[in-house]
């Protein structure tokens, strides 16, 4: 949500800051100054600044969210066999404790860097300034930020990132997105995972998971793929080729693209408001 | 929100706080309980030691992309309540804002 231009006031709150809105003076005379601001206004400045560090160098900057062991870095590991060659990739692994997804990753030749949150369940933009310290973005055309496995903090921080993918594999329910919509009201796209054991798993339905999708009023896309068994990683290749060509465009254009995560307060906010976030 | 808060008594010249006015929708992420469990340890010691915390809790609203009505929804149904269609957007709901302060001069 942008700070500036007055867009956190929403229909919800716009009647307790008007004139008469009983916040807008006290019984007793004492001061009350009307803020507005996010509680996570520091993170969003940061992530701001994280996303222009990614605009300068024509990156691409895509967050990996799911639960533990639902493939993020199996992914990432197919990902980058199959766009070998194509586009230059780095990793920012986000994990509480070990350097183990990062080195699965360098054994493919790529970049990772290791953020080990601690006790944090999830990654914070803070963090992830930390780690592009340690990473020359100039010759990279994409870098994937594979948050902490957790269905609910990570959705609630801008990392400075481009688009969030949300993964949720077979062995997992098929109502998540109804049990944790504030994550998958986050998702610009889903990625339904280890399709390949679909057959012996009777109760997951990939057609209630995007209808549940739907009903957060999301229209990202949904696709299925199997990335062990290499199983239809196209479409998910060509979403990722067509991001990075809408991302040069973008540039070109002078403009940046924000996550899902503050989308609708934005959107809603867009035609009272011009005003870009950089 | 302890730096948010610290920079606005400095600005209006306060020596305390009195109240602080906290918005929370239920799509925002924030969990009230623990913010309210939270906000004595973190304000302890500092300039709004002491201070009142009140947290509202906004609805959640949509307006129908399709048929423009707005309504109420669940966290996890974010469909218009009139026609039931899923094209919608968020009015309402995902706030997680430090809304106001009540200061002592």
Known sequence: ?278 | MLQQIEAVVAENDAIGVHRVLVQIGPLSGVEAELLAQAFPIAIAGSVADGAELVMETLPIRVRCQSCGAESEAGANRLICGDCGDWHTTLISGDEMLLASLELEK
């Open chain 1, 1 to 278: 949500m942008c700070d500036t231009c007055g867009c956190n006031v929403t229909p919800g709150n716009e009647h307790l800051v008007r004139a008469d809105g009983k916040h807008a003076k006290t019984q007793d005379g004492k001061q009350a100054i009307t803020i507005l601001k996010s509680l996570l206004s520091e993170n969003d400045h940061q992530a701001a600044h994280n996303r222009h560090h990614f605009d300068q160098h024509q990156v691409l900057a895509i967050n990996l969210m799911s639960s533990p062991g639902s493939g993020k870095t199996a992914l990432l590991e197919a990902t980058i066999d199959a766009l070998q060659g194509e586009f230059k990739i780095a990793v920012i692994e986000g994990d509480l404790e070990t350097e183990n997804d990062a080195e699965r990753i360098r054994a493919k030749g790529v970049t990772a860097i290791q953020i080990a949150t601690g006790t944090a369940c999830h990654l914070d933009a803070h963090m992830v300034h930390d780690a592009l310290h340690h990473m020359d973005l100039a010759p990279l055309d994409i870098v994937f930020i594979e948050n902490v496995g957790n269905l609910v903090c990570p959705a609630s921080f801008d990392l400075g990132h481009h688009r969030n993918v949300t993964l949720l594999s077979t062995t997992e329910g098929d109502d998540k997105p109804a049990k944790y919509p504030v994550m998958f009201r986050a998702a610009d796209i889903m990625l339904i995972t280890k399709t390949d054991l679909l057959p012996v798993l009777e109760d997951f339905d990939p057609k209630k998971a995007e209808h549940y999708l739907r009903h957060l009023a999301n229209d990202a896309p949904v696709l299925q793929l199997s990335a062990k068994k290499g199983l239809q990683m196209s479409n998910w290749v060509d979403w990722l080729r067509n991001e990075v060509k809408q991302q040069r465009e973008r540039l070109v254009a002078e403009e940046t693209a924000r996550p899902k995560i503050q989308a609708d307060g934005v959107k809603f906010h867009a035609a009272n408001h011009s005003h870009s976030h950089g």
